[in-house]
């Protein structure tokens, strides 16, 4: 059975910082991204990580978020740091099994990031 718990949301003041969590359980984690979605917008990919430590994100917010993993603890990381209030929206992580030519999508429940004054 795969679980997915995401944590580390929360309301931060513009400029903060905020270190969102994605622990996996029942897969081995071979790309991992984390998306968001902000009220009345499409899902927005924020940031990648592939099984190889490559790293990918959105040109609005290279510089100051950076995804990490922790292969040990089958975990995903976003430290997102110099935080604006268009950062605002929910998180969700996206871990990816492959199996041969197939990619399983799988998807976490979501945690809320709010960045006002």
């Known amino acids: 059975q795969v679980q997915l718990v995401e944590s580390g949301g929360g309301l931060v003041q513009p400029g903060g910082s905020l270190r969102l969590s994605c622990v996996v359980s029942?897969?081995?984690?071979?790309?991992m991204n984390w998306y968001r979605q902000a009220p009345g917008k499409q899902r927005e990919l924020v940031a990648r990580?592939?099984?190889?430590?490559?790293?990918n994100y959105a040109d609005s917010v290279k510089g100051r978020f950076t995804i990490s993993r922790d292969n040990d603890k089958n975990t995903g990381n976003l430290q997102m740091n110099s935080l604006k209030p268009e950062d605002t929206a929910v998180y969700y992580c996206?871990?990816?099994?492959?199996?041969?030519?197939?990619?399983?999508?799988?998807w976490g429940q979501g945690t809320q990031v709010t960045v006002s004054s």
């Open positions: 996206n871990p990816q099994s492959y199996d041969g030519d197939v990619t399983w999508d799988y």
């Open positions: 029942g897969i081995s984690i071979n790309a």
């Open positions: 990580i592939t099984s190889g430590g490559t790293t």
